[in-house]
């Protein structure tokens, strides 16, 4: 038999959709506030990944390995190589600032699985460059 609605369990799960952009709601506070977390675990990867690839550049314990990088670090120098990193860092925040009230579900999982990988990069490469 096909379910309705009026069904309790069914209408349980329409009324926790935040995503759904026909409802005309958005996330509640609450949900909002759950995004604060993985952006500031983003914004703390990404400036202990700076600030360690440039010591390691200037000291010469490291080369770096994405191509794109290399060649801002000689072309540019430490603050073009600063200001590539912070434009990476600025760009998917504010992305998902702007997306958090339309999808809010959309942006947490983005969020939880970007710091989840940056990290797993992150915590690699530093492996690699110092063992």
Do not use: H, Q
């Amino acid at each position: 038999m096909p379910m309705s609605c009026s069904d309790g369990i069914t209408t349980a799960v329409l009324d926790r959709v935040s995503d759904n952009p026909t409802t005309g709601e958005g996330p509640t506070d609450a949900e909002v506030r759950t995004l604060l977390l993985p952006m500031i675990i983003f914004v703390l990867i990404s400036v202990a990944d700076t600030i360690s690839s440039v010591y390691m550049l200037m000291n010469g314990m490291m080369e770096e390995y994405n191509p794109l990088m290399r060649w801002v670090w000689e072309s540019g120098g430490v603050t073009a190589f600063v200001a590539v990193k912070a434009c990476l860092t600025i760009m998917p925040i504010w992305l998902f600032n702007k997306l958090k009230f339309e999808r809010c579900g959309l942006v947490r999982r983005a969020l939880w699985v970007t710091v989840f990988g940056y990290a797993t990069i992150y915590c690699i490469f530093f492996v690699i460059a110092n063992y």
